[in-house]
Structures are given as structure tokens and as C-alpha cells.
């Protein structure tokens, strides 16, 4: 995702998280073990979606909180401060909302797909100028889509205050921009906290998972907002 004030998006976090080496241990898996994999959801009190799944090895055991990190834009080499975090499914999609809605009454928002496209790519769909109750009325009425794809992701901004909001395609919840209070207060609110010792599942090797369902939804969303898909279909997201 490419935000157009220069932001880092969830397509260029590399910079921020360690590299994700090649995905091995899932190939040696036979069909029954890999099925048996993807059905566990539950680690300890932590629910993931269907989006994505951790290792075999489980390198990271998906946990709830926060961590602030710096991203450092390799060209320019300004900083932005980040606030990184994964929470539960049961309050994930409501934690988002209301940090979002930190952002102001009028704000941009950016659609990000991966369906369809070889090695990573994505592709990234805006609109600015949308008011902030329409936009979440929109967002709720597409929550399985945005909560259980693991080939979308969105972003809500305000260039006027340089800050930004991702809920990209690993259900992690990724805020921009100085200050970072108000996203903090409503981390703590939803009983997510700070742990600067966190890891999370991108961190490690993991693995996504969508349908021709889901991206039919999220076909549908992008009209819902007004955006314009031209077909392309080079490859399945992996």
C-alpha cells in the first residue's frame, strides 16, 4: 500500500520488520497435516482469523499487545514513528474502527490486494475526501472480507495531520505519524498493551489464505467506494 503522503505501507514493512525468510515447512507437509494446521486458530487467548497462519514450527506463537517502532524511508531517510499491533479476533475489527476514528471527520482511504499477482506484489486503489461515517458504515458492512482475507488489506489517512492507519493483510493494526497518544489510549481501552519484547507472525514464516469468494468481495468493495479495478490475474496470492 502506497499512501500518497510518502507513508510506509503494509507493502514496504520489510524496513520495519525482520525479513521473512522462504516459506519451507509448509511444503513438507502432507495435505492432511497442512489442513490440520490451517483448522488451529486458537493460541492460549488469542484468536486468529482465517487470514493467516504461523509456522509449523510456530517460531512466533501469535500473542496480543503493541510495540513502537521507527521506520526509516530508505530514500529520503526521514523517520516516522509507528506503533505496530496484533489483538485478538473478538475485538480485532472494533479496535480498528476506533482507531481510525482518531483520524477526523473527512479522511482518505487506500484498498490493497495481492490476489492474483506473483512474488508479494500488490496492487493499491484511493480514495480521498470520504467522510468518516460513511467510510465505517462501509467497513462493517465488509468486516468477514477485511477480518478473514489474507490478500487485502485497507488504510485510512489524514494528509493533513500525517497520520495513518493499516489493517493490512496479516490483521495486524499498523498507526503513522506523530503524535501517537490518541492511538495508544485506544490500544490500552481494548485491553492491548504495550510490550516492547512482542513479535508478531510476520516476523516469521507464515502463510496467507483466500478464495475467489473473498476477492469477489472485495470487487465489490472497491465499487462501494467509488474505486476502479482493471482485471488482472498473473497468479493466486500465496
Known amino acids: 500500500m502506497a499512501s500518497k503522503q510518502g507513508f510506509p505501507t503494509s507493502s514496504s514493512l520489510q524496513s520495519v520488520q525482520s525479513t521473512v525468510p522462504p516459506i519451507t515447512g509448509f511444503e513438507q507437509l502432507s495435505e492432511r497435516q497442512l489442513e490440520e494446521h490451517l483448522e488451529v486458530f486458537r493460541y492460549g487467548t488469542f484468536d486468529l482469523t482465517d487470514a493467516i497462519r504461523p509456522s509449523v514450527q510456530l517460531q512466533i506463537v501469535p500473542r496480543q499487545g503493541f510495540r513502537h517502532d521507527t521506520y526509516v524511508d530508505p530514500t529520503s531517510k526521514s523517520k516516522v514513528s509507528v506503533i505496530m499491533a496484533a489483538a485478538s479476533r473478538e475485538r480485532l475489527f472494533d479496535l480498528f474502527i476506533d482507531m481510525i476514528s482518531t483520524l477526523g471527520q473527512v479522511v482518505d482511504v487506500v484498498l490493497e490486494t495481492s490476489h492474483y499477482r506473483n512474488g508479494g506484489n500488490h496492487e ?3 480514495r480521498e475526501h470520504i467522510d468518516m461515517p460513511v467510510l465505517k458504515s462501509i467497513l462493517y458492512d465488509y468486516e468477514e472480507l477485511l ?3 489474507g490478500c487485502a488489506g485497507v488504510a485510512v ?3 493533513s ?6 489493517f493490512d493483510e496479516h490483521k495486524m493494526i499498523i498507526a503513522y505519524g506523530s503524535p501517537l497518544e490518541s492511538f495508544e489510549r485506544v490500544l490500552i481501552n481494548h485491553d492491548v498493551y504495550c510490550d516492547k519484547d512482542i513479535r508478531f507472525i510476520t516476523e ?3 502463510v496467507h489464505s483466500s478464495s475467489d469468494d473473498l476477492y469477489s468481495q472485495f470487487e465489490s468493495l472497491c ?3 467509488g474505486m476502479e479495478m ?3 490475474a498473473d497468479s493466486i496470492c500465496q
Open 157 to 159: 489517512l489524514n494528509p
Open 161 to 166: 495531520r500525517q497520520q495513518e492507519v493499516q
Open 230 to 232: 482493471e482485471p488482472d
Open 147 to 149: 477480518l478473514n482475507d
Open 204 to 206: 516469521a514464516e507464515h
Open 124 to 126: 493499491d486503489f484511493y
Open 223 to 225: 465499487m462501494r467506494l
